[in-house]
């Protein structure tokens, strides 16, 4: 049957769930059929979701997902022939006016709110998703979580790729933002079984393999200086060649080996100059696009640098997060609510993708029909797949009325919690004592 390999997810997927398991699936299944929501009680109106309103927010108090057997059982859906193909990035879950719940820290934001700095206010959230097409918009989350007040983006994804790639019989690829092209990020993947793609800022600072040692004094760390901004410093390409891409039209790659970050020089890589060009062959984008490959042998430079075009599949997921999955709907009262909510995130987005190919498209009215089917798609028509396959989910049991508060029970404040700058202290300069 076309449904069983679904129903086996769901079955398995159910079970790790932990505590509250039924209320909590039925809550997934209820997100997945319901476009549009204005709270979280909202969702208790799905025909799906059997129980009470307020059975939503008990299990988020009490359920307890088990990420590492979840992302494990991610890892068995992906084909073991060709290398997986990783991204990463971070988003942000914005709580402006939460002055209750804890660890709110300054986030970057694609809309300003204090002056005319890009920032917000809440939660970080660091993702690293396995990007299953050449083409499309789909990104499969295998971890998606909290960035906590102690924690930067970089060392957040170094420790969720690490937990990832133990399980991948083969090497992964994975492709990341400028933001992570740095040293520490390069140094500290050194041990992981992966190779890195990652974009370079313009004005960044290289350094190539220094000369041979002279004999004299320390043996040398770096080479010629290669600054990305100054092409007198780049000398000749190992090799550079032309292709006609259907999107981007005429394109120009030039390839520079053996390259390092001032500050890793253990690490060498391969740097990548991607630009546009028209007929005469001038440049057609006043930037180009920078990428350093970081590990073992590289993919042919025809195809590598396309790799990255598909790291933006992930930006497409997070959209369809907060406005298809209704992440930032819920105004959740703590960070362990938060996370559990969140760990639903890639649970629904895997049963989307696994039933791409069973589902009939449903368009709107005012849709068009397609042959691709999207992610929004896919949801659109899930509610066909429900009625077939069902739900793990065991019935509601109801327990009477609840008695309430107490009347004569206090009610204490919730704590004002204040929100949490995180800064990089720099070690102080010895000074020479004083006569």
């Known amino acids: 049957m076309k449904n069983a390999r679904l129903e086996e997810f769901r079955q398995v997927a159910y079970k790790y769930l932990g505590r509250a398991k039924d209320a909590t699936f039925e809550l997934t299944d209820a997100i997945l059929l319901t476009r549009n929501v204005y709270s979280l009680a909202d969702l208790s109106l799905s025909p799906v979701f059997r129980r009470k309103w307020s059975s939503i927010y008990e299990a988020l108090q009490d359920s307890r997902p088990q990420r590492q057997k979840l992302m494990q059982l991610y890892i068995k ?9 990783l991204a990463g990035d971070h988003t942000n ?19 300003s709110i204090a002056g005319n700095k890009p920032i917000t206010v809440g939660q970080g959230y660091s993702t690293i998703a396995w990007i299953p097409e050449d083409s499309g918009s789909w990104a499969l989350p295998l971890r998606h979580e909290r960035i906590t007040s102690w924690e930067s983006p970089i060392e957040k994804a170094i420790w969720q790729l690490k937990q990832v790639c133990e399980h ?9 933002d400028s933001e992570y092209g740095c040293a520490p990020f390069v140094l500290k993947t050194a041990n992981i079984a992966v190779d890195i793609l990652v974009r370079l ?9 220094p000369g041979a040692y002279s004999g004299k004094g320390c043996p ?9 901004n100054e092409p ?25 080996k053996n390259l390092h970050f001032r500050k890793a020089a253990t690490r060498p890589m391969s740097t990548i100059r991607v630009e546009r060009i028209d007929e005469q062959g001038n440049q057609r984008v006043s930037k180009p696009l920078w990428l350093a490959w970081v590990g073992e042998e590289m993919p042919p430079i025809e195809e590598v640098w396309r790799l990255y075009l598909r790291r933006f599949t992930i930006d497409h ?8 999955l209704h992440w930032t709907v819920p105004k959740l009262s703590t960070p362990k609510q938060c996370e559990r909510w969140s760990d639903l995130m890639p649970l629904m987005t895997w049963e989307l993708w696994l039933a791409r190919d069973i589902v009939a498209d449903n368009p709107l009215p005012w849709q068009k029909s397609s042959d691709k089917m999207t992610p929004g798609r896919v949801a659109q028509a899930m509610g066909s797949i429900f009625a077939v396959i069902g739900t793990p989910a065991q019935p509601p049991k109801p327990r009477g009325k609840s008695p309430g508060w107490k009347t004569d029970q206090p009610r204490k404040r919730r704590i004002r919690y204040p929100i949490v700058k995180k800064t990089t202290t720099k070690p102080r300069k010895e000074q020479s004592e004083s006569a």
């Open 317 to 324: 997921w997070y959209r369809f997060l907060k406005q298809r």
């Open 232 to 256: 007198k410093t780049w000398g000749e390409a190992a090799s550079v060649f032309e292709v006609d891409d259907p999107k981007l039209k005429r394109v120009r790659v030039s390839l520079w």
């Open 168 to 176: 991948f019989p083969a090497r992964p690829i994975s492709v990341w």
């Open 220 to 228: 040398r760390k770096h080479g010629d200086k290669f600054k990305l």
């Open 77 to 85: 859906q992906i084909p073991a022939e060709a290398r997986p193909l």
């Open 93 to 111: 879950w914005s709580r402006p006016d939460a002055v209750t719940l804890q660890e709110r820290t300054y986030e970057h934001s694609g809309t």
């Open 201 to 209: 800022r313009s004005n960044l600072c290289l350094w190539g393999e």
